[in-house]
């Protein structure tokens, strides 16, 4: 007990150490300040290369989440599915994809709607309504593949505007350059080339996760697609 007692005391203290030093770099050195003074460093062409960074990992997580959830095969539907179209119970089938509310799920229930007409036009109908649901999982894709190309270029612009503006600054100096202030302008420039680059880098990599788990989600709705017109050509026999 007095070894328990021992430990609460010392980690109190290195939390009060560690809440006091933060207090103070915080209050002294302007830790936000800092921050944006950084940033500003390296041209105001950074400041739409850290909001694009933030739009991406938005997409990102907010896509991965809707299609991971999309993904998911749900055996058990197909079963009973099969079980209420094999006795004909189609409102049955019918109710039960309505309550699971997946694209699987809505997706056979739009065949299960057109039941009645030609195998053909039910088909029809589902590939269609499956195109909707793709369409649906791959929204602000198109915006995240925009990130990947233009958070680079926006880098190469900040850097292209530095060599120019250090370029004329050494002109106007005439005789008196400063070598040193000049390097440094440009070689903080650089630093919107670097970000563009990473920034996009992350973009590309998140993109392409996000469309191998979109084309597991069309496998799977595919392979839906075959199960449930194998069920309805077995009930029709």
Avoid: W
């Avoid at 050195?29 to 909001?51: D, H, N, R």
């Avoid at 809707?66 to 539907?77: E, F, N, P, Q, T």
């Avoid at 850097?159 to 600054?169: E, K, P, R, S, V």
Wanted: charged share 15%; aromatic share 6%.
């Amino acid at each position: 007990m007095r070894m328990l007692n021992l430990i609460l005391v010392q980690a109190a203290q290195n939390l009060t150490e560690a809440a006091n030093v933060t207090s103070k770099a915080v209050q002294h050195e302007g830790l936000m300040q800092k921050i944006f003074e950084t940033v500003m460093k390296s041209g105001p062409l950074m400041i739409p290369i850290v909001l694009l960074s933030v739009v991406a990992i938005f997409i990102f997580l907010e896509r991965y989440i809707v299609i991971l959830k999309a993904g998911r095969v749900d055996s058990r539907l197909m079963t009973k599915l099969k079980e209420y179209i094999q006795n004909g119970k189609f409102d049955s089938a019918f109710s039960l994809c309505h309550k699971r509310n997946t694209p699987t799920s809505r997706m056979i229930g739009n065949g299960i709607s057109r039941i009645g007409r030609s195998f053909a036009d039910v088909n029809s109908s589902i590939e269609n309504f499956a195109s909707l649901e793709i369409s649906r999982l791959e929204k602000r894709l198109p915006l995240l593949a925009s990130v990947v190309g233009g958070a680079p270029m926006l880098g190469v612009l900040g850097t292209a505007i530095g060599i120019i503006q250090a370029l004329n600054d050494m002109v106007k100096s005439g005789n008196n350059i400063d070598l040193t202030l000049i390097l440094t302008g440009i070689y903080q420039t650089l630093g919107t080339t670097i970000a563009g680059i990473i920034v996009g880098l992350i973009a590309y990599f998140a993109y392409n996760i996000l469309v191998a788990n979109v084309q597991r989600v069309i496998i799977n709705l595919k392979s839906a697609n075959s199960e449930f017109m194998d069920m309805l050509n077995e009930q029709a026999k």
